[in-house]
Every structure is written in structure tokens, then in C-alpha cells.
């Protein structure tokens, strides 16, 4: 404007005066406009194009904080209008009905001449990055069964993926994908999502209240004797815990002491009778469905969560589980309640309980690679993950008296204290050597661990109804055993004490019945630590205080002179000598 005016003045000035003397002066006037209106000129274009530049920076978005923003654990969804008759313009409608017509003539040209589908033209909306994600999740969902282990072990071998493509498959992903992630060594924890929240407990109620109700709620009728002693154990526990809670420490007529004992360590001892009971009940199919249906799954999640430092506790939840995951219609529940998450940290523990605990209902859960079916005390050592490596042959380990699984077969105690952590290197000092150094020197083999219960005396038994003989458990180790695919495949037994009359009792049982054939026919060797063929002094010295000690039925058949060592003492039996086995003992 003000340009404008200056030439206005100019150009009345230039025809109302008289006439220039001079012609210079017209010229002077004329180079005054131009170096005015240049200057004019140049300082307004670089306004203009500061002011440019800078609404340009103000509008450009900082990609490092949207690159920051994708690596929270956040899973981000296109957003697409619902309506139908919104214009996304021509390029994006073109684009559409070309992508619908190449997919038409591929389908089309796939069922002509019978050949695949080609992934590629399946995603070609999706971002780049995107791609090997739903390209995967789609491959996990093949009918072909080898596709989708080779989509599981490509997923767990992604390490350089941002956080929310993990959230992506844990959120998108089926069972056997879920499953089989936690069964593989290298899979990501962020693979797998925090188990959804617990229901919060009644009013006025306390968890040991709601374990009791779920062990009232299961059938009490047509049970097995030791299943009916820790019921009403835990039951009569249980109720006289409620008497002290609601009548006060010291109340008349009540028992202070579990009211006491509640300020005290934890967990309580009803919690401990009613896990017990549980783990008895969870053996029967029907009564798995029970436990289900009445929120036991989630009860128990919480008992696993609140008494992370109690393995006793741990341990019977983890059986009882296992026990739930044989059932095949209950995997999908088990799933959906979260369980998967905390088993698949729990297979990478330290501790080889643990470990192995999860490793069993990971596998009863996996029925995608594993037939097996692994039931209580029956515990897989190598491999616990799934594995490309073929099984050879099988080595089976069976404890004797006083024994467990994973305690027998450690190395000797030093003189450190016991309570100390054990050292991570496992090439100097391990807690059990058939999974650390074994499996180790020989990857092909499946190692399997026996557990079960017994006692020296009958003082300390753990159900008085239950006086099992070393026939009683043979027969039903070889069951277990036999589920678990025990006999498919060569096989070599080591055992020690007790655990040596019971292989020997095994095979000659196994000789006798035509389904477990297979058991003798594979069985290529046995070997025996200290094993008491012929009887042990230490046994008969206590059956003869009998009426102080009171020994168990397994002491009392390892007493020298005994009807089963008699019976079965001699390894040179003609049942095994004509098939050439191999015995080593010491």
C-alpha cells in the first residue's frame, strides 16, 4: 500500500510541475522509484518466505517421537470410517478395486491349477514392517502342520522386533501358537500378556475360606481312601480355623492357635491340607471340571501369586494343574485364564523344580508335537522344550526310599551351607546331574524322572490309609510310565535302592501282559546303585523294634528273608536272560 502510494505522489509530482530544465532530473526521479520499489520488493519476499519456512516447521511432525511412541507397549489400530459412502478419493478407490481384481485372479488361478495361494498378495495393504507379522500369524494358522511349527520356531527366533509387533501376536495368536511359544527356548517374554485380573474375593470371606469351599463344593462320594482323609483334613482344619477367626484368640471353647498362626509365617496349614486334597481330587477327570467351573483356576492363580516364596505351596499348584491340562477340553480354558504366561517364566527358572513342573503342563498342554500324556510324578528332564533333535532312546531314572525326583540324582553336598544359591556354572556343581551333564553329553535321549511318595515308619506316612506295596507301585508306575510313551523307543533304566526292586517287579509284570510288551522288547539295560537284591540289615533292624519304630510296608519288604526279595532277589531271571539285557550294578 504504502507502494502504491509513493508512485501516486511520483507520478502527480512528475505532471504538475513545469517543464525540467534539465533532462537529468526526470532520470533522478525515475532511479529513486526503482531502488525504492526493489527494496520493497526483496524485503517482502524474505518475510514471506521466513514466514513460510517457519509454518512449515511448526506442522512438521518429529518421527524419533513417533518411532519413541511405537516402542510402548501399546498395539495401534487403523482406524476406518464406517461409513461406506465417504470419499477417500480416487487414487485410494482405484487402488482398492485393483488389489480386489489381482486377488480374484489368483484365487481364481489357484483353484485351476491347484497350487497355493501365494502369502505375499495377502498383504499388500499392510505396512512394511508389518508384513512378517501377519504374514506369521496367518502361517500359524495352516492347515498344514509343518508350516505352523516353522511359523512358531520363526517367532521365537525374532529378536529384533519393537515391543507392540510382540503385543500384536500375543493378542492375535491360537492356542498352539500360545503354547508352542512357551515351549521354545528363545521366545520373548512380551510374546505372552499379564493374566487378566483376579476376581475379587466375597465379603467377609478370606482366601483359605474360598479354598475350602471349593474342596467342599467337589463330590465326596466314591473316593479313594487317601482322597477322603485329606478332605476331611483339610475340611475339620479349616473349620476350626474359621472358629478362632470369628470367636477371637481367646475365646471359650475355640482353638486359638490357627488364629495365631495367622499373624505368623505364611502359608497357613489349612491352606497346605486343602492343596493336598486338591492334588488328590485333580486326578479324577470330573473332578477337574468341577474345579473349573467353580473358579478354581483363578483361585489357585492367586495362591500362585501370593506364596511366590513357598515351593511347597508352588509345587502341589503346579501338580494340580498338570493334572488339569491331561484333560483335553479344559486346555482352552487354561489358556484364556492366563496360565500360559506365568508357565512359560516359569520354565525358564533356575530352580529344576520349578522348571520341570511347568515343562510337565506345557507338554500335557502341546498337543501339537507332543502324543504323551505325562501324569503325576512322571517329569520330563530333556527335553523341555520343543526341539528339532530326534529321541533315540529313552533313560529312565527311578529314586528309592526316601527319595525324590530332582534331590536324588544331585551332586554331592559340599560343605558350603545348603541355603546358599547355587553357583550358575553347572560345570563345577549341579543339583541335578541327569539334566545338566546327561543331556548335555547326549541331546538325543529323553530323560524321565519317577517320583512318589514313601516313609521309613508309619508315624510319619502321609495318609495312614495308604499302605502301598512295592507290587501296588510298580503296577501303577508302569501305567503312568506306559501313558507317558515309555517303551516306543529303546530304553535304559537306572535306579537306586528301593527304585531297583521296583524296575525289576516292573518288567516281570510287563512280561505278563501283552500291551506292555513293548516295555520288555526295548528295554536294553538296567542299572543298580545300591540296590538291597537280597534284603537290607538296616530293614530288619528296624522291623525288629517294630512295636517302637513301626515301619512302613516298603521297609518291612526290604527286611532280609522277606516273601518279595526271595521272590524277586536274583537279576539272572530266564525272562531277561534269553533277551540278552545288560545289567550293571554297585
Sequence with gaps: MSLAAYCVICCRRMGTSAPPLKSHTYWREIRNLIKFTGSLILGGSLFITYEVLALKKSLTLDTQVVEREKMKSYIYVHTVSLDKRESHGITYQARKELHKAVRKVLATSAKILRSPFADTFSTVDVEDHECPVWLLLRKSRSDDRAARLQAVQEMSEAHHWHDYQYRIIAQACDLRTLTGLARSQESDLRFFLHPPPLPSLKEDSSIEEELRQLLASLPQTELDACIQYFTSLALSESSQSLAAQKGGLWCFGGNGLPYAESFGEVPSATVEFCLEALVKHSEIPTHCDKIEANGGLQLLQRLYQLHKDCPNVQRNIMRILGNMALNEHLHSTIVRSGWVSILAEAIKSEHIMEASHAARTLANLDRETVQEKYQDG?????????????????????????????????????????????????????????????????????????????????????????????????????????????????????????????????????????????????????????????????????????????????????????????????????????????????
Design 378 to 586: 512322571v517329569y520330563v528332564l530333556h527335553p523341555q522344550y520343543r526341539s528339532s533333535q530326534p529321541i533315540k532312546a529313552d533313560v529312565l531314572f527311578i529314586h528309592g526310599l526316601m527319595g525324590a525326583a530332582f534331590k536324588t540324582w544331585r551332586q554331592q553336598d559340599s560343605e558350603r551351607d545348603l541355603t546358599e544359591p547355587v553357583s550358575e556354572d553347572e560345570t563345577k556343581y549341579t543339583t541335578c546331574w541327569p539334566k545338566s551333564w546327561l543331556a548335555r553329553d547326549c541331546p538325543a535321549l529323553r530323560i524321565i524322572s519317577v517320583e512318589y511318595d514313601t516313609s521309613l515308619s508309619d508315624w510319619r506316612t502321609r495318609c495312614p490309609m495308604e499302605r502301598k506295596s512295592i507290587a501296588f507301585r510298580s503296577n501303577e508306575l508302569l501305567r503312568k510310565l506306559r501313558a507317558a510313551g515309555v517303551g516306543d523307543r529303546p530304553m535304559i533304566w537306572v535306579s537306586h535302592s528301593m527304585g531297583g526292586l521296583l524296575v525289576k517287579k516292573m518288567l516281570l509284570e510287563a512280561s505278563k501282559k501283552p500291551e506292555m510288551k513293548t516295555v520288555i522288547n526295548n528295554t536294553r539295560g538296567v542299572i543298580f546303585y545300591s540296590v538291597p537284591h537280597h534284603g537290607s540289615h538296616l530293614a530288619e533292624y528296624s522291623v525288629n523294634i517294630r512295636y517302637l519304630l513301626f515301619p512302613s510296608l516298603e521297609v518291612k519288604e526290604l527286611s532280609k528273608g522277606n516273601a518279595f526279595c526271595q521272590r524277586n532277589g536274583h537279576c539272572s531271571d530266564t525272562r531277561y536272560t534269553e533277551e540278552e539285557k545288560q545289567f550293571l550294578t554297585w
